[in-house]
């Protein structure tokens, strides 16, 4: 204690003498400024004036208070030996200045203040502080408006932001290469904190740099591409470190030549101008005045020209809201999915990288903002994260999928001398026209320097004139922070629209999110009711046929519309979402009608996902993942047959029809008087809608312990150009089912059965009826009530002479005297009927079967056929195949586009790379999983 005190006498008598010392040697001005000590993080180092600028300062007669820090780069004894007074209570300085914002406590009435204050753009955080300035007639000067009368910044610390920035990914590179199995001379290179100055860093880069000319470059990396976005002080900064590696500059657009045959003794630069990858929206080209003035008539197209050829990207460009982002979430899932070989040894034995982007230093760090998926900035304590495509963050590691991401807001920190002798040289010039500022005078009765007048945010007690827009902002934004409030509250509420049979495992797979709160709108309570097993879930009776219930109320609230009707009611809840531009998702096919609406959905900004359940679903999911391997590995798709079906397990398929309902049976039953069409050894096959699809019934040989028919579904030639597969010559999608179904179904629809118009007989208010009766009726029988073997004869001429039919139509319970349940049309009455007949049954299971034939020929001419089959079983007392392989699909990808990984407008099917493989990853996680096998011809 004694010795502390000792000390603490010792100091205080030190700073005495020396207080004493400056103040004698000082020619009086009566001028007085202070320093104020930096407290806005514990790395913050810098300070606005360095020793050598005080030094000028106190020779001119001005008295400069320091505050103590022993933070500061610069220390005490340094301002000391400038003539500075140390001293804690600044009060007596009528201009205060630092470099970060000042904790409200802190601010002194009626003072001038210099610092950054980030408030020119309304920031909800520092309103407060604002608040106080204003309150105790504060005058202040912001550096960020310290500009020329270009409007180009006179005094900024950006230029080391871009030479620490670099530093930094260049030593993160190194970790990252090592972790993926590659030592480089990167290693030798530390974070920009280690080092004394800029000078030290950039020897041990200029070092690295001697031996990438040595050709010391693993050459499994192939050519490194750094791109450099902007002009300005940063990317100046940053290019300054990266000259010192043996460097060449090429075009963007030789970017692509570049990263294919470019040399391994040096590395590549590419600084990306707006007029590189801007791009009007209306026309193409770019024009910089038309996108001063409407930045939201652009897009980006960076990340498809661009960024695929780049190794490292420095961004150092100034977002605004409204303009177009560099890099979009769905961009990065493109450009970040693993090659399709990624650990598979290169030619010369070291692993091969999973893609080319390894590194992006956003010095920009605007979380957000023109890098979409950097949501969050990285620190100096921490400063990497990887990322990946399907949105994870690791900080933790250097191994693993993604891509290296550095974006430290204070990096020029790092290097705080220097930085402080940069900024301090740049704002030296006009100290002499902010000393004369005394904030008890009208503003009127100085004389700043142009450049200080119009940095000059607050003054007696009132926003400038220039600046008066932040009151407006301010009521703007808090409108606008009220509405995202609301929104927020709302922002992920799901509105899922029927409770039928896949609906379990998708209101369950959301509801994991207890972020998400799902609403389920049905016409039955009971039904919707039996899915709420979560406190985020709750159920609404809805009618959508009749519009009971608070249909569109519920639409207009919510973030995201599942619609699992009947597909005819697709565009009635697809137009509602456009009318309130709420995004959707079917499971179903994008319908003429709903395509109709694309334009719309466009218009209103929403994203309407069609076809992800299985089928449409999951067989796009997996075709175009193999066919996107094949063509990346040169190969040529020759032909293309799916079969897929939803069947009940065999052990419970003994049944006439050979077959349960797990899906809307009306829809089935539809689905075998639709209309077919393929293409088969280059010609096209069309058969006619009206059940011609069941006689052109081929049976089906692989997994042959299934005893498997198919028949053609659809439109197959459309997925030609859908699947991007013009060169196959066979192209055919079909349906699966047991032997036996279509000679059923051809029964059925020969007797009329499947009719859709209203029969006299089936009027639900006409008088009651049996099903026997009611085939007496179909055979022109009416009012006759034959004898059982005589109506058998008579069905027997009717369906084709086959006893086969006419038994199944027995089995299934069509011949009996029991009233049926008249819903005006045959086929509806008759769904109605299987719907219950062929129900499962409790402990009962079904199974989906998928196969994709895909015939392949390879540049050398070989050829072969890819098989990939995706099986699964529906759980005893859980969920069924159908629900599972219908519902998760639908859910995974509803989430995405909460979670905005799809935010392509319009309607939306799923076959982008950036759709399909976190979908395929995503359900493998659900237990649903695929096995592939190739046969060579």
Known sequence: MWRSSKHHRNFASYLYKAKSKNVERQKSTGKIIAIRREDASVWERRAPLAPQQVKQLTKSGVKVLVQPSNRRAYPMQAYINAGAIIQEDISEAPVIIGVKQVPIDCLLPNKTYCFFSHTIKAQEANMPMLDCILERNIRLIDYEKLVDSRGQRVVAFGKFAGVAGTINILHGLGLRLLALGHHTPFMHVGPAHNYRTSG????????????????????????????????????????????????????????????????????????????????????????????????????????????????VIINGIYWAVNSPRLMTIPDAKHLLRPSYTPWLPSSDGSPSLPHRLLAICDISADPGGSIEFMTECTTIDTPFCLYDADQHRNSESFAGPGVLVCSIDNMPTQLPLEATDYFGFLLFPYMESILSSDAAKPLESHDFHPVVQGAIITSNGTLTPNFEYISELRNTSTSQEKARSMVAKAAKKVLVLGAGY??????????????????????????????????????????????????????????????????????????????????????????????????????????????????????????????????????????????????????????????????????????????????????????????????????????????????????????????????????????LRYKGYSDVIKGFHLLGLLSEEPHPCLHPKGPEITWKQFLCSLLGQQGQELLTPNLKNLIYDSVGKSESRVEAIDRLGLLEEEPLVKRSSPLDTLTHFLANKLAYQPGERDVIVLR????????????????IDFVVYGDKGGYSAMAKTVGYPAAIASKMVIENEIQTKGMVIPMGAEIYKPMLMRLKQEGLTSSENTVKQ
């Open 852 to 867: 994709h034939n895909i015939g392949i020929q390879w540049p050398d001419n070989k050829n072969e056929i890819r098989e």
């Open 200 to 311: 030290m860093a950039r020897q041990t880069v200029r070092d690295a740099g001697y031996e990438i000319a040595l050709g010391m470059m693993p050459r499994s990396i192939g050519p490194l591409t750094f791109v450099f976005t902007g002009s300005g002080n940063v990317s100046q900064g940053a290019q300054e470190v990266f000259q010192e590696l043996p460097y060449e500059y090429v075009n963007p657009t030789d970017l692509p030549q570049v990263a294919e045959h470019g040399s391994m003794n040096k590395v590549y630069g590419a600084v990306v101008s707006r007029d590189d990858h801007f791009r009007r929206i209306d026309g193409g080209g770019f024009d910089a005045e038309e996108y001063e003035l409407y930045p939201e008539r652009y897009y980006s197209n960076f990340a498809k020209t661009i960024a695929p050829y780049a190794s």
């Open 502 to 735: 896949v609906a379990a495992p998708l209101v369950e797979y959301l509801t994991r999110d207890p972020t998400i709160h799902v609403t389920i709108g049905s016409i039955l309570q009971n039904q919707g009711e039996a899915l709420v097993k979560t406190p985020n879930a709750e159920h609404v009776v809805l009618d959508v046929m009749t519009g009971r219930g608070p249909l569109d109320k519920l639409i207009e609230e919510s973030t995201l519309v599942i619609s699992l009707l009947p597909y005819t009611l697709h565009p009635t809840i697809a137009e509602r979402c456009i009318k309130y531009k709420i995004n959707m998702v079917t499971a179903s096919y994008l319908s003429p009608e709903m395509k109709s609406l694309h334009q719309a959905a466009v218009d209103a900004g929403i994203t309407i996902v069609n076809e992800v359940g299985l089928d449409p679903g999951i067989d796009h999911l997996l075709a175009m993942e193999c066919f996107d391997e094949i063509k990346l590995n040169g190969g040529k798709i020759t032909s293309f047959v799916s079969f897929c079906g939803g069947l009940p397990a065999p052990e419970n398929s003994n049944n006439p029809l050979r077959y349960k309902f797990s899906w809307n049976p009306r829809g089935v039953l539809l689905n075998t008087l639709g209309l077919g069409k393929f293409l088969e050894n280059g010609k096209v096959v069309e058969i006619p809608a009206g059940g011609a699809l069941m006689d052109h019934v081929r049976d089906i040989d692989f997994l042959p312990g299934f005893n498997l028919e198919g028949y053609p579904n659809r439109d197959s030639t459309v997925y030609a150009e859908e699947y991007g597969i013009q060169s196959a010559h066979t192209l055919l999608r079909g349906s």
